[in-house]
């Protein structure tokens, strides 16, 4: 089956610009996260909605940074007055439900984002 | 605070060459540990998990075992191929939330 998607692939903005990052996690999968990847570095995490809650958002690294999941399904990653330290990759990945240790998470190919 | 630590790259080897990547770790609670790759232009993909200590996760010919003792999650591969070149990153979860990621160990892998 489909796996999870975003788009777009590649966005550069003008700093200042606000952008918005979309993600379609895997059909029935309840849980949603969104990692933050620097170049040559690992991912580092952003924040976790379960359904349309957002139930962890201590990632995100400023106020300018602001996720939702209305329906439960398609995410949005919006980050305003983007800054040049905001280029990086951002990967959604998604997981069927939580449940202890046991979940995987499926990661999207990412957009990586570059702001001049 | 969960962390992982793992051997900085890259790595060089030769065609059917031992391979390990060392990854140790720091977490309150009980930890799954993961080995995630990920392929030039390509996404994140899980490589291997275990979800409780001693466990051994397997895939691919690659292995890791978790050992607790040595809070440590090292990955192995007795013969590496030249489609093995990729970035490699241990990684951690808490009660299945926010997996926490090492920095990553680029291999390559030499005809």
């Known amino acids: 089956g489909a796996g999870v998607s975003q788009s777009p692939r590649y966005k550069v903005a003008k700093r200042g610009q606000d952008v918005a990052l979309r993600c379609d996690p895997i059909?029935?999968?309840?849980?949603l996260f969104w990692y933050q990847q620097a170049l040559g570095q690992g991912p580092e995490f952003l924040t976790y909605?379960?359904?349309?809650?957002?139930?962890?958002k201590s990632g995100l690294p400023s106020d300018r940074f602001f996720a939702e999941r209305p329906e439960g399904s398609v995410s949005t990653l919006k980050i305003q007055r983007t800054q040049q330290e905001d280029s990086a990759v951002y990967l959604c990945a998604s997981s069927l439900r939580i449940d202890g240790h046991e979940e995987t998470q499926y990661f999207g190919p990412g957009t990586r984002l570059l702001v001049l | 605070g969960n962390s992982v630590t793992q051997m900085e790259g890259p790595v060089t080897l030769s065609e059917e060459a031992f391979l390990t990547i060392n990854c140790t770790y720091t977490a309150t609670g009980y930890p799954s540990l993961f080995w995630y790759v990920q392929y030039p232009g390509e996404g994140l993909q899980l490589l291997l998990k275990a979800t409780k200590a001693d466990d051994k996760g397997s895939n691919k010919g690659f292995e890791a075992t978790y050992r607790k003792e040595t809070t440590s999650f090292h990955l192995e591969k007795g013969s590496v191929q030249v489609s093995d070149s990729a970035v490699y990153f241990c990684?951690?979860?808490?009660?299945?939330?926010?997996?926490?990621f090492g920095a990553g160990t680029r291999l390559f892998v030499k005809a």
């Open positions: 909605f379960q359904n349309e809650a957002q139930l962890d």
């Open positions: 059909s029935g999968h309840v849980s």
């Open positions: 990684a951690l979860s808490v009660g299945g939330f926010k997996t926490i």
